[in-house]
């Protein structure tokens, strides 16, 4: 079945420690996203990428940084993680970004630091 | 501005009977809206989704969906509801944003749902 693939489920580093979430996709989707989630809250998105164009939302912090190499993967990276930064992250994609097309979402990665 | 509210933030229903969470949304033209359904640990899942036509929509796992333009309103309904229900449920609507390429998909904050043996 054609998906959105978050590896790993969980990730623990250590306060200050960069660290790289992954998502993978077979949908062949344009847009890929980036959410964080923290409990009991909405998604809020941090990025994403049109293609190769990448979209930073106004507020995302500069400790937040995404790449995507190809069509199929796009990586968040934390360059250095605070207490605050613990939560979930969703990745998700869409076909060409319009807004009458769903995001198709990862099970998330779950981000603790020590 | 686009927003949407979900104002019922917990709801616990008996295993069996009928559910309806509550969304009401602000947007200046047709919306796009969606429900999605979280349940714990795992990513979102698209229930159904409203863009034109028939005002009633039916989504997977019987669920069903009415938009009603005079209250801003994309309510989410199930006859009767399973424990395998619990969840977190979001209602969204999806706008065009002009100035970039992607879309925004503004979440409302969600209803945590119990279901009751």
């Known amino acids: 079945d054609a998906m959105v693939i978050q590896n790993p489920r969980y990730q623990v580093t250590q306060f200050g420690k960069p660290v790289t979430l992954s998502c993978s996709q077979t949908l062949n989707h344009n847009v890929m996203y980036w959410y964080q989630q923290k409990s009991s809250q909405a998604p809020k998105l941090l990025f994403h990428y049109y293609d190769k164009d990448f979209n930073n939302e106004a507020d995302t912090p500069d400790n937040f940084q995404s790449r995507r190499p190809n069509t199929s993967f796009c990586f968040l990276d934390i360059r250095s993680p605070g207490l605050g930064d613990a939560a979930m992250y969703l990745c998700?994609?869409?076909?060409?970004?319009?807004?009458?097309?769903?995001?198709?979402f990862g099970d998330g990665t779950r981000l603790s630091i020590l | 501005a686009q927003s949407v509210t979900q104002p019922d933030i917990h709801i616990t229903v008996s295993e069996g009977a009928s559910l309806e969470l509550r969304c009401n949304y602000s947007y200046g033209a047709t919306p796009y809206l969606f429900w999605y359904v979280q349940s714990p640990g795992q990513g979102l899942q698209l229930l159904l989704k409203y863009f034109s036509g028939d005002t009633l929509v039916q989504g997977i796992k019987g669920f069903e969906a009415e938009f009603k333009r005079s209250q801003s309103s994309f309510n989410l309904r199930k006859p009767s509801v399973h424990w395998s229900d619990a969840a977190e449920y979001f209602c969204a609507v999806g706008s065009n944003r002009l100035n970039q390429a992607g879309t925004a998909l503004i979440f409302g904050k969600g209803t945590t749902l119990s279901v009751s043996s």
């Open positions: 998700a994609t869409s076909r060409d970004g319009r807004g009458n097309q769903p995001q198709h």
